[in-house]
């Protein structure tokens, strides 16, 4: 880890801390990084179920104890985990308990939407565990974090930009302030069969890194808007809406007319000081969508 950081600071990249001893020592794997200019942050663990809550919540009070001025990260399963898995009946109590019992100073939560073929289709309770997600973090008055799929798997496709866009420009309209990438490199594991990430098993560049490259960028063109803002509402247009969403019926002011063709469209309004923003993101992996808006917004 110490060589990683060294490494990390020559070429401006920062890192979350992952290391055995940060469980087994965490005061003294703390005392040891905590002043590194390249430490973003401290890693706990992925996808932990109900019966892990009470552990993590002391481990990272452990830690938040000696540095609060980084971050302790963990990542939260998705909507589709079974009962088993989650160790509770439903997913919104499931990231309830999460926030009460595990201190975190931002929550995150992974969800793959995009399944098949190269044109992928999209899990029907995808957006509804964007609307649980975002709606427990605003309660607890966190920030919240999201993924983008960039390594094909199983019964996921290679990531065309359509799908990285249609992921990341969704958790941003539901108020996500960081959008994360699995994965970078490609997993060496075999039962998943994972191929075409960014790096390859290789050790190259596959066409998703260009794709995701592009992706960023767009990201950070537009983080004067998205970066900082708090979610006012957030609808969806079209003849059927997905899963657990709630259908556009009012629009903002001072938008008098909002029209989306095609399968229908994720509409939020989004607060950054005196700014709002008008937010629309077509749900359509294949077409694209004409729509017509009518009123002063920025949009």
């Known amino acids: 880890m110490a060589k990683a950081l060294k490494i990390a600071q020559k070429t401006g990249v920062k890192m979350i801390i992952a290391c055995p001893e940060l469980k087994t020592d965490p ?18 663990r992925d996808e932990p179920g109900r019966k892990d809550f009470k552990d993590l919540g002391d481990w990272a009070k452990r830690i938040r104890a000696l540095d ?20 509770v009946k439903t ?23 995009v399944i098949g073929d190269s044109s992928g289709s999209i899990r029907e309770n995808w957006y509804e565990n964007l609307e649980i997600f975002s709606d427990e973090a605003a309660k607890a008055n966190k920030p919240f974090w999201a993924f983008a799929l960039t390594v094909a798997h199983g019964p996921y496709p290679i990531p065309t930009l359509a799908m990285l866009r249609l992921q ?16 970078y490199w490609t997993p060496k594991y075999t039962p998943w069969n994972f191929h075409n990430g960014p790096i390859t098993l290789e050790s ?5 890194y260009d794709k995701m490259k592009l992706m960023n960028s767009e990201i950070q063109n537009l983080s004067p808007v998205f970066l900082g803002a708090k979610l006012v509402s957030v609808a969806h247009t079209g003849k059927s809406i997905p899963l657990g969403t709630k259908r556009l019926l009012e629009l903002p002011k001072p938008i008098q007319v909002l029209e989306t063709e095609g399968i229908g469209a994720v509409v939020s309004v989004l607060e950054k000081g005196s700014d709002s923003f008008l937010i629309v993101v077509n749900r ?14 920025n949009c």
């Open 27 to 44: 005061e003294k794997t703390v005392n040891r990084f905590m002043h590194h200019p390249a430490v973003a942050g401290y890693y706990l």
């Open 68 to 87: 609060d001025k980084h971050y302790c990260y963990l990542n939260l399963l998705p909507n589709y985990a079974d009962e088993n898995q989650l160790g």
């Open 91 to 113: 997913y919104r109590e499931y990231v309830n308990i999460f926030i009460k019992e595990v201190p975190l100073q931002l929550l995150s939560f992974d969800h793959y939407p």
């Open 168 to 183: 990341v420009y969704s958790n941003l309209a539901y108020g996500a302030q960081g959008i994360q990438y699995f994965t």
């Open 204 to 208: 190259k560049r596959s066409e998703v």
């Open 284 to 297: 359509d992996l294949v077409k694209t969508m004409k729509a017509n808006h009518q009123g002063r917004f």
